[in-house]
Structures are given as C-alpha cells and as structure tokens.
C-alpha cells in the first residue's frame, strides 16, 4: 500500500498532459503533419464526451497510416485510441494500445511522446501491478533527464552561436574602424603632402621675381 501511494504521489507531481506532446504540431516531418487534424478532430470529441466518434476518426487514421507504412502517426493514433479506451473504462485495452504506441516509438524514436506513454502506462497500472508501473515511471524520469541534458546542449550552442556571432561582428567592425582610420592617415598624409609643396613652391616663387 504504501508502494502504490509513493507511486500515486510520483504520478501527481509528474507532469501528465492529456493530450499528445505539442511538439506534433512544431514537427516538419509531412507524415506528422498528416496526424495533425486528426488529433484536433479527436480532441474536440474528447471534450464533449464524443468518445465513439473519437475511436472512429483514430481507427481510419490508424488504417490510412499503417497502409502507408507512416509508423511515427500510427503511434500517435495508438497513444490517442489508448486514451480513449481508457476513458471508455476498458483499462486492458487502454493498456494494449499504449504498449503497442511504445513499440512504435522505440521504433522510430519520438522521446517525448516516449515519456508520456511510460507515464500513462505507470498510471493505468499503479492499483493492479505496481512492480511494473514503478518500471514505467523510472524510465519516463530517465527520458526526462535525457531531454533536459538535450534541451541543455541545444540552449548551449545557440548560446555559444550567438557568442561566436557578437564575436565576429566585434571584430568586423574593429576591421571598418581600422579601414576607415588607414584611409583618412592616407587623405591626411596626401593634404599634408600638398601643403608642403604648396609652400616649398611659394618661397621658391617669389626667389625668381626678385632676380
């Protein structure tokens, strides 16, 4: 009992949106982008309680996608129809599916959907087999940890990038600056130069109308 409360307690302070990451809709892939309306579609059935109609729109997505051999959607479908199955109150299927989407993902790689199916799989399981929920709930803490040291790197180097940058323009205008200086030594060296001549002529001048 106590197992499965810490378990809960994790659950309730883990993160746990119920919807697919948001991350879908940032995706370029095209075959994500293919996922895109239907999820929206699903989602408004989901809000007003439409739980057929959502299943139906997920299992002719799910169809289209595996026929076009699109395995990154089709585990999106597999998650969202897990979601459905499970606010149908058919727990066991609910639990199929989210393993099924887990495959896939491991397949094709897709970290923070990864995640979510580990967290919903924890939740699903913590009152029948709390031994394989806390599995569930370790590894979603291990992506968790993975993402943040990626999101880490990614926000170093554009940091790092932007340092490389303020860099190269610094020394840039530092190139100008010591370009424009040459050239106005150089106007400077030409009017002095003039001047001399100018006078050195002059005295020479005026020695010629005397003789």
Request: proline share 4%; aromatic share 8%; with cysteine.
């Amino acid at each position: 009992m106590l197992i499965a409360f810490l378990l809960s307690l994790l659950l309730t302070l883990s993160p746990h949106p119920e919807v697919a990451p948001a991350t879908v809709e940032a995706d370029p892939d095209p075959e994500m982008a293919a996922f895109l309306p239907v999820r929206q579609q699903v989602d408004s059935c989901l809000r007003a309680g439409e739980y057929q109609a959502a299943w139906d729109l997920l299992q002719e997505a799910a169809s289209r996608f595996q026929e076009a051999g699109w395995l990154r959607p089709l585990s999106a479908c597999r998650h969202r129809q897990g979601v459905v199955a499970e606010r149908m109150g058919k727990d066991n299927m609910a639990a199929n599916y989210f393993r099924e989407a887990l495959q896939l993902v491991r397949e094709t790689g897709n970290l923070p959907l990864e995640k979510l199916l580990c967290q919903d799989l924890a939740a699903l399981l913590k009152k029948t087999d709390v031994k394989k929920a806390f599995g569930y709930l370790e590894t979603s803490l291990a992506i968790s940890d993975t993402l943040f040291r990626q999101e880490t790197a990614r926000m170093t180097a554009v940091f790092s990038e932007q340092g490389a940058a303020a860099e190269r323009a610094r020394l840039q205008e530092q190139e100008q600056e010591r370009k424009r200086l040459k050239a106005w030594e150089w106007t400077a060296g030409v009017l002095a130069a003039t001047v001399l001549v100018l006078l050195f002529r002059r005295p020479r001048k005026r020695k010629e109308e005397t003789t």
